[in-house]
């Protein structure tokens, strides 16, 4: 066959390939990768600590997050007119992958040749093109807050010494009085009497025996909900909780497969154990969960669903709700029977109490939602210090950046952080960046359930114009508090995979002036691990965000004026109910940016910018206006969020300030102030100022 | 120490393999899954090996 014949085959044979072949291709290669995947997590979540030492572990690990990362990256990318070339446009970087050489001498070759001049690890004058040092930090007043959490096991004394079921024993008042007792003794029950736990109690048992269906139980609820008070109906929440973990389904954890299971099959396994004393399985976590908010939602009590990890890094779903501890309202956490109260109606502190309480962080898959759906992430304080310590940045944001710019952020220098409980250090060249990042909780906030925590941060880059690549590992050592003035330690592995595409089109140029189209993609994927394990968060692979993006820029044809406009959106990898888990990608985020730069004279440009967002909690919008002339850079910004969920997200109004002064070619300062005002739902507004200094040196 | 920072080698790997996972996205063929899922298990499996 000649070369012409071959060529027209192969082309025939491309064309014959139709949508729906191809679409089988993809399935079928999706589920054998998925096989090698789930293999790869298997075989390392069975790893004893010892060998996670071995250097082949972590390039493992690191395989497993770019082979998934890799995937979800591309199909983002599928139906794209990308050419190969806008891809990867630098030759550094198509060196590398050239199969004919090995990738061990093509790095060195990358590194050594042609950027030997730039490249001296070492050679400080070489790696810094500017140091930054900043020195800053929050102020806000910081309550004193003591806690405990209240275990009600009252299932637990259905059977005697000798595991006999007691006949009827939920009628026994011994039993309910020892209960009683140990319960009294703590908040939200220190004011419940021994005849208004009785009432509760007796209501539960009543209710539950003359319902045949769950309907009827909630019902029955529901008529009895205005005779209850706030701890009646937390005892009656416990006992169910107490009574569903008894029934808990092991079965669903080992075969990895969540088993459809109903209210009524959750009601008669709690009305089997009241009656008979008998276990039958009901459902996981997160079906337990749902029924307890049902449950709550009967009772009149507003209640939701968190998700988080738990002291070893398993996943967990556990109910949240408001309840009236002596006139005062504040968040209540129910961990199947355990009461956690936390003292505020600010859910970024109660998050820290529950945190507390796990003796965990849950850095990746902390969400909220209902007994529908799950809604959005919500972050602690420890979250947001551990996200800082990662270098994680906010998808959306990065995206705004390049899409401004109009190609890949090239970042080299040193920087020096120091603010009142975080320091950080940061060494970033053309290739590798390192970074130690320090946090001592020198506040004693009793919200912020880091003691302390230091962290080592690497990470690779590989920028092109268009196209940019980043790998990090962030190794965490941190001592977690827990309720009872002691802390445990907790080491982690977060991994970081950012993928940026930006492509910039001159669309034309005359006498009407100049018009760019900036087009860009971001792509973050984030794994966490702990103490030597793959956590199970989100099925194992951390958090996913992709977020695309265009901002078209006109500039007049005397060069003195620019407007852009410009819209971006943002997608998510979540689950979509706390029950079934199934994995979903939800649209996060729309945001549309107005801006102008106007040359007032010679001497001063004046700068207008509007941004708005329609975010899946609510909506944001930001306005920054400044004039910067050679040496002096003055500006505002106002940012005001409205939140449609209140509870775990607050509306907020922000407003800043930034003078920066430019003392020659060799130096500038920046000095920053903000005060922001925050508003949960039903608690009182909270202000926060935050003020920081910026000493920047430009060395060449 | 670091997941990527030692390891040089592998970064052609990686990058070899988002190339081919972008071409694959495209235009997908059984050939090119064959290939991307052989070099996968290859290399998988080879540090599997070493692991034990």
């Known amino acids: 066959m000649s070369e012409n014949n071959f060529e027209l085959e192969k082309e025939y044979l491309e064309e014959e390939t139709s949508p729906e072949e191809k679409e089988a291709i993809f399935e079928d290669f999706n589920e054998k990768e998925s096989v090698i995947q789930k293999e790869t997590e298997g075989f390392l979540m069975k790893l004893v600590p010892e060998k996670f030492k071995k250097e082949a572990v972590s390039l493992l690990a690191a395989l497993s997050i770019v082979t998934s990362a890799a995937s979800t990256f591309a199909e983002g990318f599928k139906g794209e007119e990308i050419d190969k070339e806008k891809l990867l446009p630098e030759n550094q970087i198509e060196e590398v992958v050239k199969e004919n050489v090995s990738p061990q001498e093509l790095f060195e070759k990358m590194v050594a040749s042609d950027k030997k001049d730039e490249f001296a690890p070492f050679d400080w004058e070489k790696i810094a093109h500017k140091i930054q040092i900043s020195i800053g930090g929050e102020f806000e007043d ?62 539960e048992v009543q209710s539950i025996s003359q319902a045949n269906s769950s309907l009827e139980f909630f019902t029955k609820l529901n008529s009895e909900k205005e005779k209850l008070s706030d701890g009646q109906k937390a005892l009656i929440l416990q006992s169910l909780g107490n009574a569903l973990h008894k029934n808990y389904n092991f079965d669903m954890l080992e075969n990895n497969i969540f088993v459809e299971t109903s209210d009524d099959v959750m009601f008669q396994s709690i ?164 970074a130690y990042f320090n946090f001592q909780d020198s506040n004693s906030n009793p919200y912020q359930s880091l003691e302390d925590l230091s962290a080592l941060r690497y990470g690779l880059n590989l920028k092109g114009e268009r196209f940019g690549l980043e790998a990090g590992a962030t190794v965490v050592h941190m001592n977690i508090k827990d309720l009872y003035n002691a802390s445990v330690t907790q080491s982690e592995i977060i991994g970081r995979l950012t993928a940026d595409y930006i492509d910039s089109h001159k669309l034309t140029k005359g006498e009407y002036g100049q018009i760019i189209l900036n087009l860009g993609a971001t792509f973050q994927e984030l794994t966490k691990f702990i103490d030597g394990n793959i956590n199970m968060e989100e099925g194992g692979k951390g958090t996913m965000e992709i977020a695309p993006g265009m901002r078209l820029i006109y500039i007049d044809p005397a060069e003195t004026g620019k407007f852009y406009i410009g819209a971006r959106g943002m997608f998510r990898g979540q689950r979509n109910d706390f029950q079934n888990q199934d994995p979903i990608i939800k649209e996060v985020a729309r945001t549309l940016t107005i801006g102008t730069e106007i040359k007032v004279n010679e001497a001063q440009i004046l700068n207008l910018e509007a941004t708005g967002s329609n975010l899946d909690w609510g909506k944001k919008i930001k306005i920054k206006g400044g004039i910067a002339s050679k040496e002096l850079k003055g500006g505002l910004e106002y940012e005001k969020t409205e939140s449609e969920y209140e509870r775990f997200i607050p509306s907020s109004e922000k407003i800043g300030a930034e003078v920066d002064y430019k003392g020659g070619p060799k130096w500038m300062i920046k000095i920053l102030g903000s005060k922001t005002t925050e508003e949960y739902a039903g608690d009182k507004k909270q202000d926060a100022y935050g003020g920081e200094v910026k000493l920047i040196i430009f060395l060449w | 120490m670091g997941i990527f920072l030692g390891f040089p080698d592998k970064i052609g790997l990686f990058v070899n393999l988002l190339k081919k996972k972008i071409e694959f996205a495209k235009n997908p063929t059984k050939d090119l899954a064959e290939e991307i899922l052989d070099l996968e298990h290859k290399e998988i499996h080879g540090l599997m090996k070493e692991i034990e």
């Open chain 1, 142 to 203: 910081i309550p004193e807050y003591k806690t405990k959490a209240v275990k009600n096991d009252r299932y637990e004394r259905l059977l005697d010494n000798e595991g006999i079921v007691i006949p009827d024993f939920y009628k026994r008042k011994d039993i309910s009085r020892e209960e009683y007792e140990k319960l009294n003794d703590s908040n939200p029950y220190k004011n419940i009497s021994w005849e208004e736990y009785v009432s509760a109690i007796d209501m």
């Open chain 1, 271 to 434: 009305k089997e154990l009241l009656t008979t004393g008998k276990s039958t399985e009901s459902d996981m976590c997160g079906g337990i969960g749902v029924y307890l908010v049902n449950s709550a939602e009967s009772l009149g009590v507003e209640a939701w669903l968190q998700s988080g990890s738990v002291r070893g890094g398993g996943n967990h779903v556990w109910p949240g709700m408001i309840l009236n501890d002596n006139g005062k309202k504040q968040i209540v956490f129910l961990d199947y029977d355990t009461l956690i109260p936390t003292g505020t109606l600010d859910y970024r502190d109660a998050l820290g109490i529950a945190e507390r309480y796990h003796r965990s962080i849950t850095t990746l898959n902390s969400f909220v939602g209902n007994e529908n759906e799950v809604l959005f992430p919500v972050e602690s304080r420890a979250q947001e210090v551990i996200k800082k310590a990662a270098g994680i940045e906010e998808t959306a944001e990065r995206l705004e950046g390049e899409l401004s710019r109009g190609k890949i952020k090239k970042e080299k220098g040193l920087e020096i952080n120091l603010g009142l409980e975080a320091k950080e250090i940061k060494i970033t060249d053309d290739y590798f960046g390192v």
